[in-house]
């Protein structure tokens, strides 16, 4: 490699966001599974062109991780963890193309390494992790095209489009912004561009087979889709949005990304991009989304506005307003607080994540004492019935060390693996209460309860039930129709 390379401003880039990564490597074997990394879990292992709840780029890379670490917590969260490293590189490029300097991308660099979603994301193995990267990417492709006028980079956008779309559906929103943002500003020219349409194409070949699974599947994820909207409405997880724009990208970057709209909407060459990152804070808004939905703008944002620093007292203060915000948000956010310390705790106020991570192995091993109290002539027609997919994970996860025996549930892509045998009709169940359980079986009672040696109170613990429950109301064959959950 030449030896200007390691004098660069892209080798300092890749240093600091491989010292993000390694902080990554060195946390990320704390508490447990989260909820949805067992869901995801379990779909890597029987990986498909979708799933009910999200698009199958995400499962793939997990079965890439399971085929590389086994079920290592580190292992599991290395593609993640890579991602949002990676968001630092392109947040200092960003820097780089509006002409900031080296301290400027340097400082660009660290103030989207510091962004509370992408800390969290960094510290789980989700879908929003990789979104993430593809919005941004979107983003800094987009800018390219404005800075060199090479219509080419169409081709670029059209790939992250696509593996976007292969992410998670919101990347639809980001398309919906960027065409309007074409559309009303100089940008337009690119309409009458081969390489645009080229780019589309791209993309649509990317999406289509999920599309085709889409179909044959009767568009399921958009029933699903409607359901976890109506759902998050109802109990007020779309309450705090504004205030969420305010949290996502860091408090400590505020005035940077704002300054970053400012100067991106007076300048006609970079309107488009100042249209790209605010519409989708609009639609989301609209939709009535989750706050956390629109963060990945912020990046471009951030980029932005350090660059328009000038004054040494604006860039010691910008040094201050990073330090600051890595060391209140990375104390929040990467798992390094011991269970029920005071850090913890605080934490605990702030977000459920390392909450949802603890009791997974205990509460397998409790449906284990259930499922063994059984006789052994009912033991060979029972399975286990879980209510929700982290417990469906963890059970399935964590299962062949008990001898457990087929773990069903009718949560999201779990239900998608067919109707029980017709044989089973003695189920140990969790996540259900007793008397919803009633209107399914014949008999039910309670035969343990769920808890963890913390004493940490997440969903399985908090009033959670094990229940034997004797025979079925309906076959199997109408049962599992009603019985399907989408969460």
Not at 127 to 141: E, G, I, N, R, T
Not at 179 to 196: E, F, G, H, I
Not at 313 to 339: D, E, H, K, Q
Not at 369 to 387: C, F, H, K, M, N
Request: aromatic content about 12%; proline content about 4%.
């Amino acid at each position: 490699m030449n030896k200007s390379f390691y004098k660069s401003d892209l080798f300092i880039l890749i240093l600091l966001a491989a010292a993000k990564f390694v902080l990554h490597l060195l946390t990320n074997h704390q508490y447990g599974f989260h909820r949805d990394e067992l869901a995801t879990l379990h779909d890597a292992r029987n990986l498909a062109w979708g799933f009910i709840a999200y698009p199958p780029l995400t499962p793939f890379l997990a079965s890439i991780e399971l085929n590389l670490f086994g079920t290592s917590l580190v292992g599991f969260r290395f593609f993640s963890a890579l991602a949002q490293s990676m968001v630092m590189v392109v947040a200092g490029l960003m820097a780089k193309e509006l002409g900031g300097s080296r301290k400027l991308q340097i400082l660009s660099a660290l103030g989207a390494g510091i962004g509370i979603l992408t800390l969290i994301q960094g510290a789980l193995f989700q879908y929003v992790a990789f979104d993430f990267l593809w919005v941004v990417l979107l983003a800094y492709f987009t800018l390219r095209l404005l800075n060199t006028d090479d219509p080419r980079w169409w081709l670029a956008i059209g790939v992250v489009i696509g593996l976007g779309m292969m992410t998670r559906y919101t990347m639809g929103v980001h398309v919906i912004a960027l065409v309007l943002a074409v559309m009303v500003t100089p940008a337009r020219k690119y309409l009458r561009s081969t390489w645009l349409w080229l780019g589309a194409l791209i993309s649509f070949l990317i999406f289509i087979p999920n599309l085709i699974w889409q179909i044959q599947n009767n568009f399921i994820s958009l029933e699903f889709q409607a359901a976890i909207r109506a759902r998050d409405i109802a109990i007020g997880r779309a309450d705090g949005f504004l205030l969420d724009q305010l949290l996502m990208p860091n408090p400590f970057m505020l005035p940077f990304w704002i300054a970053g709209l400012v100067f991106l909407f007076r300048s006609a060459k970079y309107r488009a991009l100042a249209l790209l990152s605010i519409l989708p804070v609009l639609i989301f808004f609209l939709l009535q989304g989750r706050g956390y939905y629109p963060a990945p703008i912020y990046v471009m944002l951030i980029a932005a506005g350090m660059t328009r620093l000038k004054s040494a007292s604006s860039l010691t203060g910008a040094w201050v307003s990073v330090s600051l915000g890595f060391l209140i948000a990375g104390a929040l956010t990467l798992p390094i607080a011991p269970v029920n310390s005071t850090l913890w705790n605080v934490s605990y106020e702030v977000h459920d994540n390392f909450a949802e991570q603890i009791g997974w192995r205990e509460l397998t091993e409790q449906v284990s004492t259930v499922y063994r109290s059984l006789p052994a002539d009912e033991q060979t027609r029972t399975a286990i019935l879980a209510g929700n997919y982290g417990e469906a994970g963890a059970l399935e996860l964590y299962g062949s060390e008990f001898n457990l025996p087929r773990v069903i549930s009718p949560a999201n892509s779990f239900w998608l693996q067919g109707i029980p045998d017709k044989t089973i009709d003695v189920l140990v169940v969790v996540g259900y209460s007793e008397e919803t359980a009633e209107t399914l079986f014949n008999s039910c009672g309670v035969a343990g309860e769920v808890s963890n040696s913390y004493n940490v109170l997440n969903e399985e613990s908090n009033g959670g039930i094990i229940l034997i429950c004797k025979g079925l109301q309906r076959p199997w064959t109408e049962l599992w129709l009603v019985m399907r959950r989408f969460m």
